[in-house]
């Protein structure tokens, strides 16, 4: 059966990198910095299928020629793929030199690449105008990437979400299992609040109805799951249930951990949220290569 190592991101005061102020030079180093503990600490020891990072693990600048266009016009695919190619980028970038060791250890590398166009309001305060959530999957082998990314909106980002629409990239098969890939709020499809109360012909509906009829006729062994930030595992936990319940073959799920609470202290403790947010074979790593046991 496969297995997943999760390279989770905690600290006082840390903040998922999509949202981080500093600058995405520093981001990267810190970011780069936990992978290469992890390999270095783990070299020549263990193999797993799956190495999962939270979501926005990684960001890109916000491609300048893509900015004149509008919110509607960035939903279309081929400036989709404008926006991947300059994510790939930066994830080949990232991972340069890192490559033998991260084959050595992963078969996948699974991770959250966020982009966001910003602007300043009157009082000088950034303000997201819109920005796009990406997922990779990159097979170290043979150095390819599969991508999909957020297809469902918090409700904060209706307006601003450049939305991965095609639903049938969140489903695909890795070494002959059957894997869903999930972005963040895209887990909350799965909702059982959600699925009564959501209309068919809405615009969430055309988002949450499709993933939910799909994933049952998919019918997954594995749940990949990219969250930007959790503090408690009641976040998810209707959601993983209900997911579980529609389709019974899942032997394997995990959430890509960034344990933070934007300027508030945890609500529950990490172990909670680590044994809370798995199933199967998941080994937990801290930032220093550490197995969190």
Same mark, same amino acid.
């Given at each position: #059966?496969?297995?997943?190592?999760?390279?989770?991101?905690?600290?006082?005061? $840390?903040?998922?990198?999509?949202?981080?102020?500093?600058?995405?030079?520093?981001?990267?180093?810190?970011?780069?910095?936990?992978?290469? $503990?992890?390999?270095?600490?783990?070299?020549?020891?263990? +193999?797993? $299928?799956?190495?999962?990072?939270?979501?926005?693990?990684?960001?890109?600048?916000?491609?300048?020629? &893509?900015?004149? +266009?509008?919110?509607?016009?960035?939903?279309?695919?081929?400036? =989709?793929?404008?926006?991947?190619?300059? /994510?790939?980028?930066?994830?080949?970038?990232?991972?340069? @030199?890192?490559?033998?060791?991260?084959?050595?250890?992963?078969?996948?590398?699974?991770?959250?690449?966020?982009?966001?166009?910003?602007?300043?309001?009157?009082?000088?305060?950034?303000?997201?105008? #819109?920005?796009?959530?990406?997922?990779?999957?990159?097979?170290?082998?043979?150095?390819?990437?599969?991508?999909?990314?957020?297809?469902?909106?918090? $409700?904060?980002?209706?307006?601003? &979400?450049?939305?991965?629409?095609?639903?049938?990239?969140?489903?695909?098969?890795?070494?002959?299992?059957?894997?869903?890939?999930?972005?963040?709020? @895209?887990?909350? /499809?799965?909702?059982?609040?959600?699925?009564?109360?959501?209309?068919?012909?809405?615009? =969430?509906?055309?988002?949450?109805?499709? =993933?939910?009829?799909?994933?049952?006729?998919?019918?997954?062994?594995?749940? !990949?799951?990219? /969250?930007?930030?959790?503090?408690?595992? /009641?976040?998810?936990?209707?959601?993983?249930?209900?997911?579980?319940? !529609? #389709?019974?073959?899942?032997? &394997?799920?995990?959430?890509?951990?960034?344990?933070?609470?934007?300027?508030?202290?945890?609500?529950?403790? &990490?172990?909670?949220? !680590?044994?809370?947010?798995?199933?199967?074979?998941?080994?937990?790593? @801290?930032?220093?290569?550490?197995?969190?046991?």
């Amino acid at each position: #059966m496969a297995t997943i190592a999760r390279l989770v991101l905690a600290g006082k005061g $840390n903040t998922h990198p999509g949202k981080n102020s500093r600058s995405t030079s520093v981001v990267l180093k810190k970011q780069y910095s936990a992978l290469e $503990n992890l390999l270095n600490a783990e070299s020549g020891k263990r +193999h797993f $299928n799956f190495l999962l990072t939270p979501a926005g693990f990684l960001t890109f600048p916000f491609p300048e020629e &893509l900015k004149g +266009h509008s919110w509607v016009e960035l939903h279309k695919q081929q400036l =989709i793929n404008q926006f991947q190619k300059e /994510a790939e980028k930066q994830l080949r970038e990232f991972i340069g @030199d890192l490559q033998p060791k991260l084959k050595e250890f992963t078969d996948f590398l699974v991770i959250g690449i966020d982009s966001t166009c910003w602007e300043k309001d009157k009082n000088g305060k950034k303000k997201v105008i #819109m920005g796009i959530e990406l997922v990779a999957v990159y097979d170290t082998a043979q150095k390819t990437i599969h991508w999909t990314g957020k297809s469902y909106p918090t $409700n904060r980002q209706k307006r601003t &979400l450049i939305r991965i629409k095609d639903i049938d990239t969140h489903f695909i098969t890795l070494n002959g299992q059957k894997v869903l890939l999930l972005d963040c709020n @895209d887990l909350t /499809a799965f909702s059982p609040r959600v699925i009564k109360n959501t209309q068919k012909d809405s615009d =969430i509906g055309r988002i949450v109805h499709p =993933i939910c009829r799909k994933s049952k006729k998919f019918d997954p062994e594995i749940v !990949l799951h990219l /969250a930007h930030s959790t503090d408690t595992p /009641a976040t998810w936990k209707a959601k993983w249930n209900r997911l579980t319940e !529609l #389709m019974h073959d899942v032997k &394997l799920y995990a959430t890509g951990i960034n344990y933070s609470r934007v300027e508030k202290e945890p609500r529950k403790d &990490l172990d909670s949220v !680590l044994q809370k947010t798995s199933c199967g074979d998941v080994v937990n790593f @801290d930032v220093k290569g550490r197995e969190i046991k």
